[in-house]
């Protein structure tokens, strides 16, 4: 079975907010989870998630700038790991990932993991920070 780039994006999305619960450092995570048939690990797997946490003050003050409702320790695990993920994309893979798949699939993996209200909260702040990358560049 071929493993497509969905498949990578929702194990990096797991790696990312496992992380936020333990103390181990991506790299250890990733190698605690090569036998777990349930992830994808890869190279693409370990530059994406040891890239956000390299870049995670980076990421987590675009996720401040455009939360204006909640701070970032009240935004629940899950809409940060979707957060963080997509805006790392947009930031650093944009050259290989359109940003409107990034933020298409930050939303899939909420929609899939956590409720309808937090669908909207990412998807809100996502479409906020697409929108003021596209006025920079006008």
């Known amino acids: 079975m071929s493993i497509t780039r969905h498949d990578i994006r ?5 790696f990312i907010f496992e992380k936020s619960f333990r103390d181990e450092s991506p790299a ?3 190698e605690i989870s090569k036998d777990n048939e349930a992830v994808t690990v890869n190279e693409e797997v370990i530059e994406t998630v040891e ?3 390299e870049h995670l003050e980076e990421l987590d003050a675009v996720i401040s700038q ?6 970032i320790d009240r935004i629940p695990k ?8 997509a805006i790392y994309e947009i930031k650093n893979l944009s050259d290989r990932i359109p940003i409107k798949v990034s933020i298409n699939e930050a939303v899939g993996l909420v929609n899939k993991y956590a409720q309808e209200s937090d669908v ?3 998807n809100g702040i996502l479409g906020a920070y697409s929108r003021s990358l596209e006025s920079t560049k006008a």
């Open 78 to 85: 899950l809409n940060l790991a979707a957060l963080r993920l």
């Open 120 to 122: 909207t909260f990412v």
């Open 28 to 30: 250890e995570l990733i």
């Open 51 to 53: 890239g956000v946490f």
């Open 10 to 14: 929702e194990s990096e999305f797991i």
């Open 66 to 71: 455009f939360s204006t409702k909640r701070s």
